[in-house]
């Protein structure tokens, strides 16, 4: 893809050391800030891997998933303290995609990692999240991707400690890109009669948006693009 991105795994060794801004290649951060990037927390990279880990994304590696930027119990970070940042700098201010991806390779039930994500402030976008209950288990990547609206040239992600160590696989900062909602189930031709009361919902369902974190909003016209008569309401 062509649109300014940042990427970045926490240790992939086969790449440069700090996350590109502007390219889509994925680059590690082995070193103590992640190339600027963060505050707090420290990389890890899981010795070896007892099994393949799956829904790998086709851009990307078991080497990535094999690292990561973690923080919080094992720093001495209390409950509810915020493990580690990232400020990710951005070229403009406003909307962008934060997408983040997580695999669990060294839990082996529910509960034993949890913790919080606030992107930008204000309330947080996951609470209490579990990488294995989410997933289903270990070894299973899974990815988490929300909008925000950036005003001072920075997307600050924090990371809160719950249950032991957050931690975080690979981040993508992308310029939002508004994609059309489509009709999924078309409506089909309604009827009606003259002095004969009429009314039509449509199904739930019938409209999709692939924008995470959008919401529909709808309007309806005559054929010719006028507005609806007096007499009609949408």
């Known amino acids: 893809r062509s649109r300014p991105t940042s ?13 590109c801004r502007g390219a889509t290649t994925w680059a590690g951060c082995p070193d103590g800030n992640c190339g600027g990037y963060a505050t ?25 998933f094999q690292t990561e930027w973690t923080g919080g119990q094992t720093n001495g ?24 991806h997580f695999v669990e390779l060294n839990k082996t039930a529910n509960g034993q990692r949890v913790f919080d994500v606030n992107v930008e402030g204000g309330a947080k976008e996951l609470t209490n999240f ?17 909008v925000t609206t950036v005003t001072d040239g920075n997307v600050t992600i924090q990371f809160i400690r719950q249950v032991e160590n957050a931690k975080i696989s690979a981040l993508e900062v992308l310029p939002y890109i ?47 693009g006028s507005s609806l008569p007096g007499w009609l309401n949408f």
């Open 130 to 146: 579990d990488i294995f209950a989410a997933a289903g288990g270990a070894y299973k990547a899974i990815v988490r991707e929300f």
């Open 40 to 64: 707090g927390g420290f990389s890890y990279t899981q010795p070896t891997l007892a099994q393949t880990i799956t829904g790998v994304p086709t851009n990307m590696n078991q080497t990535i």
């Open 7 to 19: 990427r970045g795994s926490s240790t992939d060794r086969s790449r440069s050391i700090a996350p």
């Open 178 to 224: 508004n994609t059309p909602p489509v009709v999924t189930l078309p409506i089909p031709d309604q009827t009606a009669a003259a002095t004969v009361p009429f009314n039509y919902t449509f199904p739930t369902g019938t409209f999709t948006d692939v924008d995470a974190g959008t919401t529909l909003t709808y309007a309806a016209t005559l054929a010719d």
């Open 77 to 100: 970070i209390p409950v509810n303290g915020v493990a580690f940042t990232f400020n990710v700098p951005v070229q403009q201010s406003g909307k962008y995609v934060v997408r983040m």
